[in-house]
């Protein structure tokens, strides 16, 4: 067997100085956030993740498909420093600076379909998504949205209501937006429509169509469907081209906007900068975050031009396009454009491949599925059945990080590889070697 300089622990997890700083953040943090196991992280280069006490992870959840361009990259360190020098905050709402004015040009260049686009800079996902609605919203008139169960857009209150992943995200914060309607995802895996994959006449989008849009809500008052082209948090679910298809045609006829929800898979993570591209999916409306500044908060929207012609003053943000934050946008660009997104493809398929062979050696892994760097895994009691089994998921998890490697769950029972997209073969055989050992641990108990 191969054996990597990574990981590498040197003291039992967690370390002493990682317990201190977990006691102080018991006390002091809010307990709404969800760290599953006790990584206190200190520093990063490139896929390792180095702890508090110098132990050394390596990562395949890149700050939950954030860093890009690997931890602390040394062309974006360069560029932060370089821009923090010179400016590092005026507002671009009520004043211009160039990083700003030429990212938007580039984001304008990159999306998909040869129209014209506006940019409209945020700080986050979430953010984005709230942009969309009421641009959505502002320019048809309308004020119903479609949304999808199992996507995750984020947790403001506009985001949160078009968010329908888990229960304990909404429980208690009702009332939230009015007229929302939660449609199945294509999720052919475990279709809500009894069709086997590869042989179903797309029924999830004839429920749309003939269901939903024919009994309960009407067309022509649906501002916007909302649609994360694979789904992230709800378990790296990839779509069939079709479905995307259809839905634009049918969102056209209607005069409904697209608006997809790219925070995860965008920005070169699926060898594509946008995963609409793999379906030939042309939304009117792109939201934008996680990875598009290499862990710098910046989200941003993409809009036809025509659509995004609101007045001075319908919307802003005083820290929305940081200028720092623009920067490393433009260095993340330049990276993904010259190699990343072609190692996104290349080590996507390699992992593909990988995990696919193992999973004709272990009935656990249920399904492989993904594009590029976005790939997943699920976790189920036994293949004749495809039981979930989230338990298992969370064990494996669980021993992953006891065993130098990061990994994090999505959906109820899916484990998702969104590692930096540097990462080499050599680092992909390392985290499946840990995690084959685990499963034949696990499988033997
Ligand atoms: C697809 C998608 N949309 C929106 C969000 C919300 O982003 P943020 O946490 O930056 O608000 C996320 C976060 O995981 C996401 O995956």
Redesign the pocket.
Known sequence: MKHYPFPHLRTKLPGPQARRIIATDERFVSPSYTRGYPCVAEKGRDVILTDIDGNEFLDFCAG??VCATGHCHPEIVAAIKAQAEKLIHMSGTDFYYEVQAVLARKLNRLAPGSHQNHVFFTN??????EAAIKLARYKTGRSRLVAYIG??????LG?LSLTGSKVIQKQGFAPLLQGVTHIPYPYCFRCQFGQKNGSCRIECFKYLENILFQKTVPPTEVAAIFI?PIQ??GGYVVPPREYLVELQKLARKFGILLVA?E???GMGRTGRMFASEHFGFVPDII?T??GIASGMPL?AIIARADIMDWPPGSHASTFGGNPIACAAALKTIELLEHGLMGNATRMGNYLMQRLQRMMKKHAIIGDVRGIGLMVGIEIVKNRRTNEPDPKTRDKILDEAFYQGLILLGCGPNSIRFAPALTVTRDHIDCCLGILERIIRKIRKR
């Open positions: 939950i498909a986050s996902g979430a953010e984005s998504i996507a995750f857009h984020g947790r403001t985001a994360e992230g948090e929800d925070v995860q898979c939201c975050a996680k989200g």
